[in-house]
């Protein structure tokens, strides 16, 4: 498709420049007797653009009240070239009425820069289909993990967070007073990255090891899994995941895991960084918290924490690890991020953690090479204190850590941004390039 061919180039080439912001110049509405709509609408421009569909009672968006746009069908959710398209919004199903007066309903067209795109990304690994959503609610199959249809997110797609990390100056490391600190590798320091990415929302399961890599997990005898619930994958080395020897800035090596999954999508998938691990797995809350806000508990260190219990799989639980989301996510809807499995990064080991950030505005990782790695996050293994967002464990690359302790989530680096020089001091909010909102009118549905 061309369209997608277009975005996935401007990935993978890191371009930068500036495109010629799409605009939506008109839409229309047609109900069709059935508890459907058809929407079109005119995209202008040269450029294609990410669409996605918004509406309103009464000028509130119906996500406040638990709804949204999500059975909609056609020039939607998707790169859409320039021209007049159209859709078909399910709406009797989205807003659970079966008739009655819409005189309030608005509908609202938003088409994105392809290089700045929403919140949510899908990539079906069956169909090779590329969508975009602007919440976790709007994802087919009625969310992540809630909707009935959730474990396909866990198996043959993958879906990926948008964190908006560009420009964001923050602590990374612990603070003086937090449960469980080890001073030596946690320093406190400022970090302001350069770039927006993509985070994997769950680690990556065996399921989707199996689809990309051909070969059945579950009968490697280190593994010690069976198949059931969509577990994430395990007993995986660093060097199976990006090549041996192979380390950032280099692309991962053709026969690893991650080549051969950017041979076969198109996208320059990655590990993340442990900067942009950490970034993510606090969700906005800095030392002495835990991603959903609630604070690290003394006792942590004696192995009792009710917040982390919450959202992690870690020592206390039944052995081994568990199925993805099984627990609660944090505040930007990532899951497992402590505990369940460790997570291999980009990062070489150095204990001074500031020597691995290059000063104020940090790429993705240091550029030394041994085989000694970072890994984030804890396990069902460890103890409670070393799930702590800052907590720096570590790996060889080549330990395929037989007790199936280490796996990974993937990352999708977006286009970097011009540095500033007053960085933000919390992430900006997404908003699309464009978007043109018309009024329905008296609406039978």
């Not at 990304?121 to 590329?130: A, G, H, N, Q, R």
């Not at 280099?250 to 895991?257: I, T």
């Not at 460790?342 to 085989?371: F, H, K, M």
């Not at 007790?403 to 990974?408: E, H, I, Q, S, V």
Request: net charge negative; charged share 20%.
């Amino acid at each position: 498709m061309k369209s997608q061919t277009v975005f996935l180039l401007c990935m993978a080439a890191g371009v930068t420049a500036a495109l010629a912001d799409p605009s939506v110049t008109a839409a229309s509405f047609q109900p069709n007797g059935d508890g459907s709509v058809t929407v079109t609408y005119t995209l202008a421009g040269e450029e294609p653009a990410v669409v996605t569909l918004d509406a309103s009672l009464g000028g509130v968006p119906i996500g406040q009240s638990g709804r949204c746009v999500r059975r909609v069908t056609g020039d939607v959710n998707r790169i859409v070239e320039a021209g007049d398209r159209t859709m078909v919004w399910y709406a009797r199903d989205d807003l659970g009425a079966d008739g009655g007066d819409f005189a309030s309903l608005q509908v609202t067209v938003n088409a994105w820069k392809t290089n700045d795109p929403p919140l949510y990304m899908s990539f079906d690994l069956e169909s090779k289909d590329v969508r975009y959503y602007t919440s976790s609610n709007a994802l087919p199959g009625g969310g992540a993990v809630t909707g009935p249809n959730a474990d396909i997110y866990a198996e043959n797609r993958l879906l990926l967070r948008r964190v908006n990390a560009a420009n964001v100056r923050w602590q990374m490391g612990s603070a003086s007073g937090e449960p469980g600190r080890d001073s030596n590798r946690e320093a406190l320091h400022y970090v302001t990255m350069t770039n927006d990415y993509y985070m994997g929302v769950f680690e990556l399961t065996k399921y989707q090891w199996m689809f990309i890599d051909g070969t059945n997990i579950f009968s490697r005898p280190e593994s010690g899994w069976i198949a059931c619930d969509p577990q994430p994958i395990s007993a995986i080395s660093y060097d199976e995941v990006r090549g041996q020897y192979c380390y950032w800035p280099d692309a991962p090596l053709a026969g690893s895991f991650l080549g051969k999954l950017r041979a076969f999508t198109g996208f320059d998938f990655d590990l993340p960084s442990e900067t942009q691990w950490e970034f993510a797995a606090r969700a906005g809350h800095y030392s002495g918290y835990w991603g959903d806000g609630s604070p690290i508990a003394a006792t942590v260190t004696s192995g009792q924490d009710a917040n982390l219990d919450r959202m992690a799989w870690w020592r206390n639980m039944v052995k081994p690890a568990t199925y993805v989301g099984s627990r609660a996510p944090n505040d930007w809807g990532l899951y497992d991020v402590y505990g369940n499995v460790s997570e291999w990064t980009l990062d070489v080991y150095r204990a001074n953690i500031t020597a691995n950030t290059y000063g104020q505005v940090v790429e993705p990782s240091n550029r030394n090479a041994n085989n000694n790695m970072i890994v984030r996050g804890g396990c069902y293994y460890t103890a409670n204190a070393a799930c702590r967002p800052a907590q720096r464990g570590t790996n060889y690359a080549d330990d395929k850590n037989t007790n199936g302790k280490c796996g990974f989530r993937i990352c999708l680096m977006l286009p970097g941004q011009a540095v500033l020089a007053a960085p933000y001091d919390a992430p900006r909010p997404l908003t699309s390039a464009s978007s043109f909102t018309v009024g329905v009118g008296a609406l039978d549905l």
